[in-house]
């Protein structure tokens, strides 16, 4: 069928990475990594791997398997994309940046401040909330 015929061929990709599934490796699986390298850390990744015979990382994967899917969607993302999720504690933001004063780029995803109109980084218009 063509695109003319009313349908459309808009394909939509999912960039994110899931928390319950994250979770999940971690509790099931996470003795030797694999959540780490589902969430794209996979130097921290070989060192559960190579340390799996001492079951520490089992310990500590059962530990934030927990807190993973203890966490909000929106939070988990969050601390995913600053690199922060294994991190334990309040939100710290060296450059500055926070939910207080900034806010994501519906486009390219990047922060930019409450009060701005248009994004720094795409150029596009932004619209106040």
């Excluded at 599934?21 to 996470?30: D, H, I, P, V, Y």
């Excluded at 993302?77 to 450059?95: A, W, Y």
Aim: positive net charge; hydrophobic residues 40%; aromatic residues 12%.
């Amino acid at each position: 069928m063509s695109a003319e015929a009313g349908y459309s061929t808009t394909i939509t990709i999912n960039k994110g990475h899931s928390r319950t599934t994250a979770g999940l490796c971690a509790l099931f699986l996470g003795g030797i990594g694999l959540h780490k390298f589902y969430l794209g850390k996979p130097i921290q990744g070989l060192f559960y791997v190579f340390f799996c015979w001492t079951f520490i990382p089992a310990f500590i994967a059962l530990f934030e398997g927990i807190r993973y899917l203890m966490m909000s969607d929106a939070e988990f993302q969050s601390r995913l994309e600053q690199d922060k999720l294994d991190h334990i504690g309040g939100t710290f933001s060296v450059s500055g940046i926070t939910p207080d004063t900034h806010v994501k780029c519906p486009d390219c995803r990047g922060f930019v401040p409450k009060e701005a109109k248009v994004c720094q980084h795409c150029n596009c218009k932004l619209v106040p909330q």
